[in-house]
């Protein structure tokens, strides 16, 4: 590792172990945005992150299996919860889904809030959550129950009028140490430094994605940049909707609204009502995870996948089991 990496990895140990001044904490966070924050500085952050995490206590087997659907947030689109309705559309087909998330800090629904609209309960503790992963392929981790060292730190974060690290770290600190992933990041110029902070971090397989619209998500409006990691092989290439089948829609078309609204869009997704843009966006971000799940060849193979768990109902069954098993927890 660099001299870079290991500066940072010092700093962040004093930042989570409360030992900065507040004052800096804020100049430290605020000098790594105006620079630029670097892959090796991401790596470093995560790891201390992770260490000072409370984790999800599972077998090494399953552990490996394990992908998360998850974006940074900060797009501003307005858009439903598509990560989380990917997430159980996943869990639906096989793959085996950690998907972890917090309340809404930018948008009007966050992945906490619309999973507890739609009756899964987030108040379980790690020993249960991995009950919930064992038994149905599907757990939440909430992150504020994950990460105690984040009480000190979110008054500064709040404090500062912009983004930092933390809105990269949060989707990279799972705590339950999955190895797959199909990361969005607010900003295309993001996706090459997470990209080579997951190489860095040893990730299995993953897919960083923004659109040229500006979504942290593959976009069903415009063209997606991606970039994907297989061991250490980093390659880039870009998701037309359009060379899949998929009709571009305005990003109006898949706007949400608070939790229950987005419940509601992402039962009817999953029991198979909506046949619209929003179902599209998901198939194709279900499509792409899959193939970072090395569970599909291709983006084709993927989204016949996904639209086959959706119309045979299986989508709805897994939604249903994972409901009834957290509450039973």
Same mark, same amino acid.
Request: hydrophobic fraction near 40%; proline fraction near 3%; charged fraction near 25%.
């Given at each position: 590792?660099?001299?870079?990496?290991?500066?940072?990895?010092?700093?962040?140990?004093?930042?989570?172990?409360?030992?900065?001044?507040?004052?800096?904490?804020?100049?430290? $966070?605020?000098? $790594?945005?105006?620079?630029?924050?670097?892959?090796?500085?991401?790596?470093?952050?995560?790891?201390?992150?992770?260490?000072?995490?409370?984790?999800?206590?599972?077998?090494?087997?399953?552990?490996?299996?394990?992908? /998360?659907?998850?974006?940074?947030?900060? /797009?501003?689109?307005?858009?439903?919860?598509?990560?989380?309705?990917?997430?159980? $559309? +996943?869990?639906?087909?096989?793959?085996?889904?950690?998907?972890?998330? #917090?309340?809404?800090?930018?948008?009007?629904?966050?992945?906490?809030?619309?999973?507890?609209? &739609?009756?899964?309960?987030?108040? !379980?503790?790690?020993?249960?959550?991995?009950?919930?992963?064992?038994?149905?392929?599907?757990?939440? &981790?909430?992150?504020?129950?994950?990460?105690?060292?984040?009480?000190?730190?979110?008054?500064?974060?709040?404090?500062?009028?912009?983004?930092?690290?933390?809105?990269? !770290?949060?989707? +990279?600190?799972?705590?339950?140490?999955?190895?797959?992933?199909?990361?969005?990041?607010?900003?295309? /110029?993001?996706?090459?430094?997470?990209?080579?902070?997951?190489?860095? +971090?040893?990730?299995?397989?993953?897919?960083?994605?923004?659109?040229?619209?500006?979504?942290?998500?593959?976009?069903?409006?415009?063209?997606?940049?991606?970039?994907?990691?297989?061991?250490?092989?980093?390659?880039?290439?870009?998701?037309?909707?359009?060379?899949?089948?998929?009709? +571009?829609?305005?990003?109006?078309?898949?706007?949400?609204?608070?939790?229950?609204?987005?419940?509601?869009?992402?039962?009817?997704? $999953?029991? #198979?009502?909506?046949?619209?843009?929003?179902?599209?966006?998901?198939?194709?971000?279900?499509?792409?995870?899959?193939?970072?799940?090395?569970?599909?060849?291709?983006?084709?193979?993927?989204?016949?996948?996904?639209?086959?768990?959706?119309?045979?109902?299986?989508?709805?069954?897994?939604?249903?089991?994972?409901?009834?098993?957290?509450?039973?927890?």
């Amino acid at each position: 590792m660099s001299k870079r990496y290991d500066e940072a990895k010092s700093k962040f140990e004093k930042l989570f172990r409360n030992q900065l001044s507040e004052n800096e904490a804020r100049t430290f $966070l605020i000098s $790594l945005y105006e620079r630029g924050e670097q892959a090796d500085e991401i790596a470093a952050a995560v790891e201390v992150m992770q260490s000072h995490s409370i984790k999800l206590e599972i077998p090494q087997s399953l552990q490996d299996q394990l992908i /998360d659907v998850v974006g940074t947030g900060g /797009d501003k689109s307005g858009s439903f919860n598509i990560s989380s309705t990917v997430a159980i $559309l +996943l869990a639906s087909t096989g793959s085996r889904v950690a998907k972890h998330g #917090n309340r809404s800090i930018t948008s009007r629904s966050g992945s906490a809030d619309m999973l507890e609209a &739609l009756g899964i309960r987030l108040d !379980l503790d790690p020993a249960r959550q991995a009950e919930l992963l064992e038994e149905t392929g599907f757990t939440f &981790l909430f992150a504020q129950n994950h990460h105690p060292a984040m009480k000190h730190i979110m008054p500064i974060r709040k404090s500062i009028p912009h983004r930092t690290i933390f809105n990269i !770290l949060g989707p +990279l600190t799972n705590p339950a140490g999955v190895q797959k992933y199909l990361m969005g990041v607010f900003s295309r /110029d993001y996706i090459s430094p997470v990209v080579e902070a997951l190489k860095l +971090l040893k990730t299995k397989s993953a897919i960083v994605v923004s659109s040229r619209d500006g979504m942290d998500e593959i976009s069903i409006s415009d063209v997606t940049f991606a970039s994907g990691l297989k061991g250490d092989r980093v390659k880039s290439f870009e998701i037309d909707p359009q060379a899949y089948g998929f009709k +571009l829609a305005p990003q109006e078309a898949i706007l949400g609204g608070e939790a229950k609204e987005n419940a509601t869009i992402t039962r009817d997704i $999953l029991e #198979n009502r909506l046949k619209d843009a929003k179902r599209d966006i998901v198939l194709l971000n279900a499509a792409v995870a899959l193939t970072a799940d090395e569970r599909a060849r291709d983006i084709q193979e993927g989204i016949e996948i996904a639209k086959e768990s959706l119309e045979s109902g299986q989508a709805a069954q897994k939604l249903a089991q994972i409901i009834e098993v957290s509450k039973k927890l």
